[in-house]
């Protein structure tokens, strides 16, 4: 491994190379700008990674005949990539990312990490994200490493040798960081009923944001329960800690919580450092819904942007517009759906922040459907829990309309009913 500056790295990369870029809390911010700082001396360079966090500055369209956008989930620092011509997305699972790199589907030729420093035996860890990283390190040509001392060290595939890093840039900086927000009487009253779906000994999956906080918030008196998941944040710190969360009923990594990435606080951060309880695997392990299904009740709580009434789920699009990506939900949908006494939630509110009707009768008209009507069990809001499983579309239909926002049930079921006459 050879120590650099930024810029010295940076000029490894070529006109029409294909980078891949680390995840989510672990982005290395400082090695992406340094490649951005070169763009008048390069032309077709393309990024690809899922969801990064901080600024993205080879994602500018002023910078468009240098960089490309290709994300295989989009973030926030990207989604005006797409509309503004540098930037595309491609629909893949999550758990199908890392074989894109094996399989050869996409190849690259440089990946950027952020690693924790060496240990007196060499060894780094990913800390906070393993997602796809492994398999891109596996099948790129350089692998280039920002070591920041903020990093904390996680246990599984997240542990790699300096051998496996080409070229390494000191630079320390505390990771991004996300503080919980306040939940709301919304969200809470979701939060409530998703919890009364949640048996004694379930094994968890859910994402970020405040309905999983709210959900968690309310699972205190709970008892065994697991954690396998995609990511985590600092809503099951609490229950780890007290007990309710100790993976004692779960089969796969039995005693020891599962996922692939996580992002919060620094409080999440301190606590993942060097606790063996953590493990993080890439996620074609952790996503696998053949792996998912050994666990006993997997309970999968996910979102949607809307739900038509016969049960199909937009998560990715806002009708043709591009908003985030497939991500793993499919792969907890059925990995739960398949485990024994397993369950499949999605839980969103009923209308949006600006007051737009989110239990729809027809999906809007390009949106994408991440989760079949032939998938979906349980749809939850703070009107109530509609359980599809089984349902013919009438049933569907009368079961999403009574959880609908009261404004909007007259209106969707007479837009519904008049469509098939």
Avoid: W
């Amino acid at each position: 491994m050879k120590y650099v500056s930024a810029s010295e790295a940076a000029k490894v990369v070529k006109s029409g190379d294909r980078i891949y870029v680390h995840a989510a809390a672990a982005t290395p911010n400082v090695l992406t700008k340094a490649i951005s700082d070169r763009a008048d001396e390069l032309r077709g360079v393309e990024f690809c990674h899922i969801h990064t966090e901080g600024a993205a500055p080879y994602a500018d369209p002023a910078l468009a005949d240098s960089f490309h956008v290709n994300s295989f989930f989009i973030g926030k620092n990207v989604r005006h990539t797409i509309a503004a011509g540098n930037g595309s997305y491609t629909p893949v699972f999550l758990s199908e990312v890392p074989n894109l790199f094996r399989k050869g589907a996409v190849t690259l030729d440089v990946v950027l990490i952020q690693v924790s420093p060496p240990d007196e035996h060499g060894f780094c860890s990913l800390g906070v994200s393993v997602e796809a990283t492994v398999a891109a390190m596996e099948c790129a040509k350089v692998v280039i490493a920002q070591i920041n001392s903020f990093m904390p060290r996680t246990f599984g595939d997240s542990v790699l040798h300096i051998s496996k890093i080409d070229m390494a840039v000191e630079h320390n900086c505390p990771l991004y960081a996300s503080k919980p927000t306040v939940i709301t009487d919304t969200e809470a009253k979701i939060g409530g009923f998703v919890a009364e779906l949640i048996e004694d000994e379930s094994t968890l999956q859910m994402g970020i944001g405040n309905i999983p906080n709210a959900v968690l918030a309310q699972l205190t008196n709970h008892k065994d329960l697991g954690l396998h998941t995609e990511m985590f944040s600092d809503g099951v710190i609490d229950l780890i800690e007290s007990g309710v969360i100790n993976c004692s009923k779960k089969a796969v990594t039995k005693g020891r919580a599962l996922a692939t990435f996580l992002i919060g606080s620094e409080r999440l951060y301190k606590f993942v450092d060097n606790n063996p309880f953590i493990v993080l695997k890439e996620s074609n392990y952790v996503n696998d819904t053949s792996v998912i299904r050994q666990n006993p009740k997997v309970v999968a709580i996910n979102s949607a942007l809307e739900v038509d009434l016969t049960g199909q789920v937009c998560a990715d699009s806002l009708g043709t517009k591009m908003y985030s990506g497939v991500g793993g939900q499919m792969d907890f949908v059925r990995g739960a759906s398949l485990s024994k006494g397993g369950k499949a939630i999605i839980a969103l509110s009923s209308v949006s922040n600006r007051g737009d009707n989110r239990i729809v009768p027809f999906l809007k008209q390009g949106a994408g459907v991440v989760t079949t009507r032939a998938h979906a069990q349980y749809i939850v809001t703070e009107y109530g829990v509609a359980d599809l499983y089984g349902k013919t579309l009438k049933q569907r239909v009368e079961a999403m309309a009574s959880i609908a926002h009261p404004n909007f049930r007259e209106e969707v079921l007479r837009t519904y009913y008049n469509s098939i006459k």
